[in-house]
């Protein structure tokens, strides 16, 4: 039976180029007897198909439903065109770019996939062991973009000549290398290098640099790693002396290193894994993961304490490129795979910087080769709370994924936050965030923005308009912002997070909300440090209703890296004795008499609603942790002393006055009573968690709205998160957490595009 012969234009939009798009559509419209051409353009990707008209449909229909698996098709347009009687299907060379803006998405950079490990591996195959393996489902994307459309000769690749044999696959549509631009072999392709400190190396040979890589992790040394966004520090998890090295020059603190583990087996033997854990381990994004460390691990495998210091939890990932697959093979198989960096600054992802930077100062072997790196992006990190991925630092393979705004907006760059960096650019409905940035202090870091903001205008040929950035007066990418932009607009801190979960959620102004943030820091209406806050209202009108009763950190940040300090100064809030049976005040010992002094004369003591600081002084009273030396650091720990408890959990209650400010000072008296009673720090640490997640149902009670959303930091701790979401849910509320930023300040742009967009925030109050 046949129909009539029909011609259509077929326009699809969305995540299209670099994902093996035309070649699906070239197998489509060939399986279906349809002639024609595809070609990516600066929309996404245009085909033309002609032939039997319900064959026309059947492929629209194909487009959407049987898209690869990396695909996120947008749109998908159809446009009946006169039939020519072309022959044969075709695919046809890019279309430049220029004229009006271009929309199409860069991919991010996708894990190996299971096809080329087998391939990697297999001694009769001709890339057996090639580092630089990859095809039209996974390799490297968004990191080797020079500029767009996305095609070979518009990446980092352009300068590696095809040889015949890959040329081959390339050109052949029934091939899985079918126009995959970063297609090499060892014949063509990157080669690595090896550079020593002592100044021996290898040149140019991928076996011997592996060879002498391999037996260098073996033996302990720091081992700095070329990997798709930027360099890495290796070294064997299971040395305890080098792991201490490592941590010593990087200059970190007691900061958990994430583990690069050989496969999943390993994984297991270190923590303990559920089945979305390990989906979220083995996805093509391959984040870091934080999952729970086994108390002993089993026979096999040892991770040194070192790598994360008394620390329950444990950030792995499994390899994700040719080379990492080898390394692991070969060497070690659990490696710590830390960022190619000082404590706060800047991926290095320049091979001169490798050079200068990494090796001797803080590597002892550079693993390096010439496939230049375009655009620097860190690993992501998430962690799986209630069986749904949460991302914690969003970067590589999720970076440059475009997040659809529930409004449309003007041309906009949103610069963040100062700790966390990542920047927004936006227009229309598409916003598009960057990698994360790392910390915003230092020079290199404000170089590292300014590129960023440069090469993602390009990629989407956004001139913003408009530029957003914190109130906080002392942010430097606020003051990076107004001196680019005199007319930039400021916005509060937390409405900010709130902002950006209804962003990723797609809730516009038509729906009033509740919204709960809860973090460390940041700046207030009033000039105060806030964290513990209550909003309600349509997002460009979010009006602060409550929050948590302002206690004082006794030297300011002093007070952020000490929560014994605010444990004290929230103990004679609440009308306690400071008795040495108090662990803060045994602590701080002689400190204790000055933290006082400056408590009563009111002098550097920084009024604070921030619930962080407040979750830090548990943490302290408790015993847990009186000295932090990264972030979240003793929320971390209560958090763990809540999970392990499962006994009965004691209740305590803020309480909350008319004005729905939530006063802790019960609570902790209450708590005081129960530690002096003997009860378990584990059921103190349960009944706060607990306490807290009742704050928030009460909260959202009274504010009475059907939406409730949880942003800020403070929600990256499970514990709190799932009991407030159970709470809510119970009371019949919608609630919203954080499926695609970071409920940290990594997601902030996010929220500051909309803010820019829809109001005048700081007048909201
Ligand atoms: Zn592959
Ligand atoms: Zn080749």
Not at 327 to 341: F, H, Q, W
Not at 477 to 488: C, F, K, N, S, V
Not at 531 to 540: D, I, R
Not at 545 to 563: E, F, Q
């Amino acid at each position: 039976v046949t129909g009539a012969r029909a011609r259509e234009q077929v326009r699809v939009t969305g995540v299209v180029q670099g994902v093996g798009f035309r070649p699906f559509v070239h197998r489509t419209a060939t399986a279906l007897g349809l002639s024609g051409f595809v070609l990516n353009d600066r929309h996404g990707v245009l085909a033309e198909v002609e032939g039997d008209a319900r064959a026309v449909d059947e492929f629209a229909r194909r487009l959407v439903e049987d898209a690869p698996p990396r695909a996120v098709v947008g749109e998908v347009r159809r446009r009946p065109t006169a039939p020519t009687g072309e022959r044969g299907f075709r695919i046809l060379a890019s279309l430049p770019a220029g004229g009006d803006a271009p929309r199409t998405p860069v991919p991010p950079d996708t894990a190996l996939c299971a096809d080329c490990r087998r391939e990697l591996f297999d001694p009769a195959d001709r890339r057996y062991r090639h580092p630089f393996i990859t095809c039209t489902a996974c390799g490297p994307r968004f990191t080797i973009v020079e500029r767009l459309p996305y095609d070979r000769p518009h990446t980092t690749m352009a300068s590696f000549e095809l040889c015949p044999a890959c040329r081959r696959e390339y050109d052949d549509p029934a091939d899985r290398r079918y126009h995959a631009q970063p297609l090499c072999c060892p014949a063509c392709g990157p080669r690595l290098s090896l550079r020593r400190s002592d100044g021996s190396g290898v040149d140019a040979d991928d076996d011997a640099s592996l060879r002498a890589a391999v037996a260098d992790l073996w033996a302990g040394r720091i081992v700095a790693v070329k990997g798709l966004g930027g360099h890495h520090l290796a070294v064997r998890a299971d040395d305890p002396a080098a792991v201490e090295r490592l941590r010593a020059r990087k200059r970190r603190g007691d900061k958990p290193f994430a583990v690069m583990v050989r496969d999943l087996d390993v994984a297991h033997r270190l923590a303990h894994l559920d089945d979305p854990e390990v989906e979220a381990l083995d996805s093509p994004a391959a984040p870091i993961v934080l999952v729970r460390r086994r108390g002993a691990p089993r026979p096999g495998v040892v991770v040194a304490e070192q790598v994360a210091p008394a620390s329950p939890l444990l950030g792995l990932l499994l390899p994700y490129t040719g080379l990492h697959h080898l390394l692991l093979a070969d060497g070690p198989p659990a490696l710590v795979m830390t960022s190619g960096n000082l404590a706060g600054e800047p991926i290095v992802h320049d091979d001169r910087d490798a050079c200068d930077r990494l090796l001797g100062d803080l590597g002892d072997t550079l693993l390096t080769h010439d496939r230049p790196i375009r655009v620097p992006c860190d690993d992501s990190v998430v962690r799986v709370v209630d069986g749904a991925v949460v991302p914690l630092r969003r970067s590589r393979g999720y970076a440059p994924l475009p997040v659809r705004l529930p409004v449309p907006v003007p041309p906009t760059l949103a610069v963040g936050g100062d700790l966390k960096a990542a920047c927004c650019l936006a227009t229309g409905r598409d916003a598009w965030m960057s990698q994360h940035l790392g910390d915003l202090q230092g020079p290199a870091a404000l170089d590292a923005l300014e590129r960023t903001v440069a090469t993602m205008s390009s990629f989407h040929h956004i001139d913003p308009r408009r530029t957003v950035a914190d109130r906080h007066p002392r942010y430097l990418g606020a003051r990076w912002a107004h001196r680019r932009d005199p007319a930039t607009v400021a916005v509060q801190h937390h409405r900010a997070h709130i902002a950006s979960l209804l962003a990723e959620h797609g809730v516009g102004p038509a729906v009033a909300v509740c919204g709960v943030a809860f973090d460390g820091t940041g700046f207030g209406d009033d000039g105060t440090v806030w964290g513990g806050e209550v909003f309600a209202g349509t997002v460009g009108a979010l009006r602060r209703v409550g929050h948590l009763a302002p206690h004082r950190l006794p030297g300011g940040d002093a007070a952020v890296r000490h929560p014994a300090r605010v444990a004290v100064s929230l103990l004679l809030d609440a009308g306690l004795a400071l008795t040495d049976d108090l662990a803060p005040v045994a602590a701080l010992g002689d400190d204790l008499a000055v933290v006082v002094r400056q408590l009563e004369a009111h002098s550097h003591c920084v009024p604070s609603s921030s619930m962080g600081r407040l979750f830090d002084a548990v943490a302290s009273l408790t015993g847990l942790r009186h000295e932090v030396t990264f972030e979240a650091q003793a929320a971390v720990d209560l958090e763990a002393a809540a999970a392990s408890w499962d006994g009965p959990t004691p209740r305590y209650r803020f309480e909350v006055d008319d004005t729905l400010v939530a006063s802790p000072h019960d609570l902790l008296r209450e708590i005081v009573t129960d530690l002096r009673r003997g009860v378990a720090v584990a059921a103190v640490a349960a009944g706060f968690h607990r306490a807290v997640a009742d704050l928030v149902a009460v909260w959202a009670d009274r504010v009475g709205l059907e939406v409730v959303g949880l942003s800020g930091g403070v929600f990256q701790n499970a514990v709190l998160t799932s009991a407030a979401v159970r709470c809510l849910r119970r009371a019949g509320h919608r609630v919203l957490t954080h499926r695609v930023v970071p409920p940290n300040d990594g997601g902030l742009a996010l929220g500051q595009v909309l803010l820019g967009a829809l109001g005048s925030p700081s007048s909201a109050r």
